[in-house]
């Protein structure tokens, strides 16, 4: 279960990095904003996977 916990964790670093090197959005602040609700986002779905998977 703890490995779970990393590897999701783990793809989604790995998706926001991916998106930060490929610069699809000229304004920072867009990516910024993309980002932090993206973070957000995942956050969420990830405590509720989580938590009804137990």
């Known amino acids: 279960m703890i490995m ?3 590897l999701s964790l ?3 670093h790995f998706l ?3 998106l930060r090197k490929r610069r699809i959005f000229r304004s920072p602040f867009n990516l ?3 980002r932090r609700t993206g973070e957000r986002f995942w956050l969420q779905w ?3 996977y ?3 998977n137990n």
Do not use: H, K, P
């Open 4 to 6: 779970q916990v990393y």
């Open 10 to 12: 783990g793809a989604v």
């Open 16 to 18: 926001f990095f991916i």
């Open 32 to 34: 910024l904003l993309l």
């Open 46 to 48: 990830f405590f509720f």
């Open 50 to 52: 989580f938590f009804f």
